[in-house]
């Protein structure tokens, strides 16, 4: 029998795509409408058989498991704790793909203090919960590196499985991301070589959260390719913006006992973190970017409110969960497909903080910066 994937495997569009064809729904361009016609008409397919076909044995049900980032205060529990601000977007893409299929998206989320390592106890709270999730649901998103590497291994033997915004070196399993380093490569990039800020002060993100440490080393790499270029000093924060302002507590502090001058730059791994900084030093009356310049990465949009507004990187959080959740209803409907990691281009974003003059709004599509595809399976 014809199947909905064999539809969209012919027309070389996602299964949610064939799905707005056949109910007539929008937005799907005409040439994409007239190609998914085509491969219904040649292919033979009858849309309610395969809908049922579909359906049986299934919940109609994808799970998303969130990391719940604690922040710095006992018990927090706010947006800024709970990253909501990533994963709002994330679900919103979730949301959008799914509904088109009239299924629903169970949610959970962990406390990242709940993994200590790269185990999990069998019989534990965290791993309790995965293995009732999975017996809820057809897939599961799994965002951030809040699973350990082996527990997704052993999940994705139960249930299909694509991790989000994860570590592109997680082997069997489907992984969709930002291009984290290139983003972050172009933001120090133009720092350095379009302001000429050489001494660097990085307020890092969480040890679990594989995109802090791909931009970690991406910033790496250019202080390494310019020489004269110094990291100055560093500060491991939570992505929120609380840590952010206790970052630029302890870069003043430790400043003004060492009697050293500020760094030409502070280079933020998220957004939030930044308008912290931003926040703290701006009250001290130092001037950004006069003083010290500032950046982040997410382009969340409190970022374009501060003042100055935030030079930051772009990073697709709809089309992150978009993208992985046709992945996984993919793999749902066809669980032999080969694991894939794909990552979805960043975007530079330009405004005033690194020094570029007041008023500016300017984006620049990343180019790729490393050598493997935008796709790769293995």
């Known amino acids: 029998m014809v199947t909905l994937y064999d539809v969209a495997r012919q027309a070389g569009v996602s299964i949610a795509t064939v799905s707005r064809v056949l109910h007539g729904q929008e937005p799907v361009r005409e040439t994409t409408r007239a190609r998914v016609r085509a491969a219904i008409e040649e292919l033979g397919y009858v849309p309610d058989g395969a809908a049922q076909s579909l359906a049986r044995n299934r919940k109609d049900v994808i799970g998303l498991v969130c990391v719940e980032h604690t922040g710095l205060k006992p018990n927090q529990y706010d947006i800024e704790s709970m990253s909501l601000l990533f994963y709002d977007e994330v679900m919103r893409g979730v949301e959008a793909r799914i509904r088109e299929l009239s299924w629903s998206l169970l949610i959970t989320f962990l406390r990242e203090d709940e993994n200590s390592g790269t185990t999990l106890a069998a019989d534990g709270p ?38 989000l915004a994860g570590d592109m070196a997680q082997r069997g399993v489907d992984v969709v991301a930002a291009d984290n380093w290139s983003g972050a490569h172009a933001l120090v990039e133009h720092l350095v070589t379009g302001h000429g800020r050489r001494r660097l002060f990085h307020v890092d993100g969480p040890s679990t959260a594989p995109d802090a440490a791909s931009r970690r080393l991406a910033m790496r790499a250019v202080i390494d390719a310019h020489p004269g270029t110094v990291l100055t000093g560093s500060f491991c924060g939570r992505f929120t913006v609380h840590s952010g302002q206790e970052a630029a507590e302890r870069l003043l502090a430790e400043t003004r006992a060492a009697g050293r001058p500020l760094p030409d730059a502070i280079v933020c791994a998220n957004d939030q973190m930044a308008i912290g900084m931003v926040r703290t030093l701006t009250g001290r009356g130092i001037r950004i970017p006069e003083e010290v310049a500032v950046v982040g990465f997410d382009d969340i949009f409190p970022a374009s409110l501060t003042e100055p507004p935030l030079t930051t990187v772009h990073q697709p959080m709809r089309k992150i969960g978009e993208r992985g959740c046709d992945r996984l209803i993919e793999r749902i409907t066809n669980p032999s497909l080969r694991p894939r990691v794909e990552l979805l281009p960043a975007e530079l974003v330009l405004r005033s903080s690194c020094g570029c003059p007041p008023g500016t709004v300017t984006r620049r599509q990343v180019t790729r910066a490393m050598t493997n595809d935008k796709i790769t399976e293995r």
């Open 126 to 163: 965290v791993q309790s919960r995965l293995h009732i999730l999975s017996g809820k649901v057809d897939g599961l998103l799994i965002g951030e590196g809040v699973v350990p590497s082996s527990v997704i291994t052993q999940l994705a033997k139960r249930v299909p499985l694509v991790v």
